[in-house]
């Protein structure tokens, strides 16, 4: 059973990586954030019935249904080329390097596009949301051996993709 | 081999901060939805026996009450605006519905002071004090009024409020949600939604005279013209993408119309007899 204050302390904590997450599984950022709307208000409409001790791996099992559910209705490949950005920090960069740049943001790309699924989430929770293997275990119910292992197996793709450079 | 640099990022630019969804969507559920209130059942009735004249006066005041309640449940004014008119309707409690073509509203004068409720379907633009609140019902949802003015459309499966000025609450069996200006909640397939919208006035383009768009899918907007002419369009493929942004008078003809929204796109629509 939660009430309001549990379910906005839930959203205010989970929202953004919820989105991510089914961001990283389908790479379209619209229809991310339409699905992980639902997530949270399907959590809402069985409030009643979840306890707040197991929710954040009930949060990432809802997202993995409906991803599924996604895929059975488009099955696309997901491609994340259209997404990749790159910041400059430094104020002025030479066309030279801008140039060097976009070849690497291909392809890290490409890499993205040729890792399992499996490896890609471990992956970008570990790299874009800098969460810890023991973290992304816990919300994805599975054993930190097999975060490892996955995580070794998306370094490989990624090495292989790189190397070209 | 140069190393993976940390400024590249594959996250997007999301539209909608969490912050701002939570407004949206999520600010307006309460822990009350859906639970009843359990009371009124412990009144006891007795039995009291009446004798000759009281009891006749009695019957016949008892008479009267049900052939008074039975006329105003009954009673029922039912307004029809047909194509190519806007009908005014003056509401019991001093307020104004202004109605689209094709559009029929229905209140029950006699019982206003006690269920003030109009149901209506088509679009409608509410207007005035609306001192004591009443409530709009339609297939898909129903509208509390909070003392404001706002645009109410019902076509297709879609329900769209729009409120141009103060307060409304829409809710329909799963969800609520309260509008205040500029914001627009619509809900499809049983769906609650509500945004801000940047163009609240051209929701009510039509109380005026103008057929107002702003970039609104071109399929919608042919819907709209089809609708308010009473015609049938042949609209000709790959149009679904395609959004239309333009204002001008209801006064022109269907097929003038249709030219000066074909003009940008080089699309000629024809209408079917």
């Given at each position: ?165 | ?62 008479a009267i009450l049900v052939i008074i309640t039975t006329t105003a449940f009954i009673y029922s004014k039912d307004i ?26 229905s209140y029950r004068p006699m019982l206003w002071i006690f269920s003030?409720c109009?149901t ?154």
């Open positions: 059973m939660i009430d309001k204050n549990d379910f906005k302390a839930l959203f205010d904590e989970y929202y953004e990586s919820i989105r991510l997450y089914i961001y990283y599984k389908i790479a379209e950022k619209d229809a991310a954030d339409d699905m992980a709307q639902d997530v949270f208000m399907a959590v809402w409409e069985k409030r009643s019935e979840v306890s707040i001790q197991n929710i954040k791996a009930l949060l990432y099992k809802i997202a993995a249904g409906y991803i599924v559910d996604y895929y059975r209705r488009c099955d696309v490949k997901a491609d994340f080329k259209k997404w990749i950005s790159c910041t400059f920090i430094e104020a002025s960069v030479s066309t030279n390097e801008q140039a060097e740049y976009n070849e690497m943001m291909q392809l890290y790309a490409n890499a993205l596009n040729c890792m399992a699924d499996g490896q890609r989430e471990v992956f970008m929770m570990n790299r874009e949301e800098q969460l810890t293997y023991q973290e992304i275990a816990e919300r994805l119910r599975i054993s930190v051996k097999t975060v490892e292992k996955r995580m070794s197996g998306a370094l490989k793709v990624l090495k292989n993709n790189m190397l070209t450079l | 081999m140069k190393r993976l640099d940390n400024k590249i990022t594959a996250v997007p630019h999301w539209d909608k901060t969490a912050d701002q969804i939570w407004n949206e969507r999520f600010a307006v559920l309460t822990d009350e939805d859906g639970k009843e209130g359990n009371d009124g059942q412990t009144s006891s009735s007795k039995i009291v026996s009446l004798k000759g004249r009281t009891r006749y006066i009695l019957s016949v005041a008892a029809n605006a047909v194509s190519g008119e806007i009908v005014s309707v003056h509401l019991p409690d001093g307020s104004i519905a202004q109605l689209s073509t094709g559009t029929s509203i003030p109009v209506m379907s088509g679009e409608a633009y509410f207007t005035g004090s609306h001192a004591e609140g009443f409530s709009v019902k339609t297939k898909q949802g129903e509208i509390e009024v909070l003392g404001t003015s706002f645009n109410s459309r019902t076509y297709d499966d879609k329900f769209v409020v729009t409120c141009i000025e103060g307060k409304v609450k829409v809710k329909n069996l799963r969800s609520s949600v309260e509008l205040t200006e500029n914001m627009e909640s619509t809900i499809i397939n049983g769906k609650l939604k509500a945004e801000y919208v940047s163009d609240s006035e051209s929701a009510v383009g039509w109380t005026k005279g103008v057929f107002s768009f702003y970039n609104k899918p071109l399929n919608d907007v042919l819907k709209d013209v089809a609708r308010y002419y009473d015609v049938k369009i042949e609209k000709p493929e790959g149009i679904d993408t395609l959004r239309y942004t333009g204002k001008f008078s209801r006064q022109k003809s269907a097929e003038e119309v249709l030219t000066i929204i074909g003009q940008p796109y080089g699309l000629t629509f024809k209408i079917c007899k």
